[in-house]
């Protein structure tokens, strides 16, 4: 089993900045991509950001040129930098993990963390 827990979220005003980390623990995955997804209250999960082995990324579109994923695979963690923050970014965030690609659907990662609260005040 993979262990997957975030940190970081919090509380921030409109155009404010936070930064996410989850860290892998367990048995991790050999060649894992690594992914951020974001729920808020009565919406689907959404893609945020991904981050494959080789260190190829992908983002959702509501967050390009907004948002930065990085990884530090000596410590089996994953990064999310959150700049000019807007309300809409309102939701609980979640770092999932799978092997191989990244992808952009939920059904696709087998293991998750519990999930971090980000508040986006206007």
């Known amino acids: 089993q993979v262990q997957l827990v975030e940190s970081g979220g919090g509380l921030v005003q409109t155009g404010g900045s936070l930064s996410l980390s989850c860290a892998a623990s367990?048995?991790?995955?050999?060649?894992?991509?690594m992914a951020w997804f974001r729920q808020a209250p009565g919406k689907e999960r959404e893609f945020v950001a991904g981050?494959?082995?080789?260190?190829?990324?992908r983002y959702g579109d509501s967050v390009k040129a907004r948002f930065t994923i990085s990884k530090d695979n000596a410590k089996n963690t994953v990064y999310l930098q959150m700049n000019n923050l807007k309300p809409e970014d309102t939701a609980v965030y979640f770092c999932?993990?799978?092997?191989?690609?990244?992808?952009?659907?939920?059904?696709?990662?087998?293991?998750w963390g519990q999930g971090t609260q980000v508040t986006v005040s206007s």
């Open positions: 367990g048995r991790t995955l050999s060649t894992p991509a």
């Open positions: 981050v494959g082995w080789s260190g190829t990324t």
């Open positions: 999932a993990t799978r092997l191989g690609v990244v992808a952009t659907k939920p059904e696709h990662y087998n293991y």
